[in-house]
């Protein structure tokens, strides 16, 4: 059973920075392709970043040099640090795997995922 859960959410000022984690169980992850996606109020699903299980990374261009996906696989974790956060990057961040490869499509496909974690808000004030 896929079980994904995120932590390292909350709320900073723009130019702030958050850590975030997803720690999964259930499966061994490492040789799949993970991600991070986002959902603001009123719009869809982004792929944010994701990382295959060579550790190549693929970021959406919204994100490119401000956020950086990584993983560990002895812990069965990702991380997403975020630096330089703005306004625009306020939304519900969610954690997810895709089992069907090792490699991560460009641009990330939601509906190429099959596991999802409950999500971890961000909030980045003005």
């Known amino acids: 059973q896929v079980q994904l859960v995120e932590s390292g959410g909350g709320s900073v000022q723009a130019g702030g920075s958050l850590s975030l984690s997803c720690l999964a169980s259930?499966?061994?992850?490492?040789?799949?392709?993970m991600s991070w996606f986002r959902q603001a109020p009123g719009k869809e699903r982004e792929g944010v970043a994701g990382i295959d299980r060579y550790g190549t990374a693929t970021y959406a261009d919204s994100v490119k040099g401000r956020f950086t996906i990584s993983r560990d696989n002895a812990k069965n974790t990702v991380y997403l640090l975020m630096n330089s956060l703005e306004a625009e990057d306020t939304a519900m961040y969610y954690c997810a795997v895709d089992r069907s490869g090792s490699y991560c499509s460009i641009p990330l496909r939601a509906g190429d995922f099959d596991g999802w974690g409950q999500g971890t808000q961000v909030t980045v004030s003005s």
């Open positions: 259930g499966y061994t992850y490492s040789r799949w392709c």
